[in-house]
C-alpha cells in the first residue's frame, strides 16, 4: 500500500499530498458460487473485464481465476501465499500517479474453476469526497501526461457518458473545464448504485 501511495505522488520537496490524504476504504467478499456449464447456457463470465475506478484494489481470492490484461494478451494471477494480495491500480490512481500506476483491466472468465466455490476478498481505495482533486503528481523531468483541474466527480461523469475507454483517455489528456458534461441524476445513481465501478 505505501508503495502504491509513494507511486502516486510526485517529489517530496512539492510537499505533494498523498492519495491516502482524502481517500476511503471498503471491503468486500465476493463469493463465486459454482456454475453448471452446459451447451446452451450462455456464455457470460463470472466477472467482466472492467477497470475498478478508485486508486488501488487488493485481492486475495481463494482459487486462481482472476486474469489482468497486459499486452492485449490476458494473463493468468496464480494462488498467491497467506498474507498476500495483488494490487491493483485504478482510473483516478492512474490520473493520479501521472500515469504510473496503470488501471489494471481484469476480469475472472466462467469457465475457470467454473465447479467449485471462488471466495474473493477485495478492499478498494476509492476518493472520499466527490470533489477529490486528482491533480497529476508529476515527478522532476517527468511529462506531465494528464491535464489539471480534474476530480472525481468529473472522472466518473465521463466513464458513465463514454463507452470507448480511448476516448476517456484522450478527455483526461486534452479536455478543457467548459467541456464537463452533466448528466442526469437517474444515470449517476445507477452508477453510484454498481459500486463506481469503472
Same mark, same amino acid.
Given at each position: 500500500?505505501?508503495?502504491?501511495?509513494?507511486?502516486?505522488?510526485?517529489?517530496?520537496?512539492?510537499?505533494?499530498?498523498?492519495?491516502?490524504?482524502?481517500?476511503?476504504?471498503?471491503?468486500?467478499?465476493?463469493?463465486?458460487?459454482?456454475?453448471?456449464?452446459?451447451?446452451?447456457?450462455?456464455?457470460?463470465?463470472?466477472?467482466?473485464?472492467? #477497470?475498478?475506478?478508485?486508486?488501488?484494489?487488493?485481492?486475495?481470492?481463494?482459487?486462481?481465476?482472476?486474469?489482468?490484461?497486459?499486452?492485449?494478451?490476458?494473463?493468468?494471477?496464480?494462488?498467491?501465499?497467506?498474507?498476500?494480495?495483488?494490487?491493483?491500480?485504478?482510473?483516478?490512481?492512474?490520473?493520479?500517479?501521472?500515469?504510473?500506476?496503470?488501471?489494471?483491466?481484469?476480469?475472472?472468465?466462467?469457465?475457470?474453476?467454473?465447479?467449485?466455490?471462488?471466495?474473493?476478498?477485495?478492499?478498494?481505495?476509492?476518493?472520499?469526497?466527490?470533489?477529490?482533486?486528482?491533480?497529476?503528481?508529476?515527478?522532476?523531468?517527468?511529462?506531465?501526461?494528464?491535464?489539471?483541474?480534474?476530480?472525481?466527480?468529473?472522472?466518473?461523469?465521463?466513464?458513465?457518458?463514454?463507452?470507448?475507454?480511448?476516448?476517456?483517455?484522450?478527455?483526461?489528456?486534452? #479536455?478543457?473545464?467548459?467541456?464537463?458534461?452533466?448528466?442526469?441524476?437517474?444515470?449517476?445513481?445507477?452508477? #453510484?448504485?454498481?459500486?463506481? #465501478?469503472?
Amino acid at each position: 500500500m505505501s508503495a502504491a501511495a509513494s507511486s502516486s505522488d510526485a517529489d517530496d520537496e512539492g510537499g505533494s499530498s498523498t492519495i491516502y490524504d482524502d481517500a476511503t476504504f471498503n471491503y468486500r467478499m465476493i463469493d463465486y458460487y459454482p456454475q453448471t456449464i452446459s451447451a446452451d447456457a450462455p456464455s457470460r463470465p463470472r466477472l467482466a473485464e472492467h #477497470r475498478d475506478f478508485g486508486f488501488i484494489t487488493l485481492v486475495q481470492a481463494s482459487l486462481p481465476g482472476l486474469q489482468v490484461r497486459i499486452d492485449n494478451k490476458w494473463h493468468d494471477i496464480p494462488s498467491l501465499p497467506d498474507g498476500t494480495a495483488v494490487v491493483m491500480g485504478g482510473w483516478c490512481g492512474k490520473v493520479r500517479s501521472n500515469g504510473r500506476i496503470p488501471a489494471a483491466l481484469h476480469r475472472v472468465p466462467k469457465n475457470f474453476h467454473a465447479q467449485e466455490s471462488r471466495v474473493s476478498a477485495v478492499l478498494f481505495c476509492n476518493p472520499k469526497h466527490t470533489d477529490t482533486s486528482l491533480e497529476p503528481a508529476v515527478r522532476t523531468g517527468e511529462k506531465q501526461n494528464f491535464i489539471n483541474g480534474i476530480t472525481a466527480t468529473d472522472l466518473q461523469k465521463k466513464l458513465v457518458e463514454s463507452k470507448l475507454e480511448k476516448s476517456v483517455d484522450q478527455w483526461l489528456k486534452h #479536455r478543457s473545464k467548459q467541456s464537463i458534461t452533466t448528466i442526469s441524476s437517474t444515470v449517476w445513481r445507477k452508477f #453510484r448504485n454498481k459500486g463506481g #465501478r469503472g
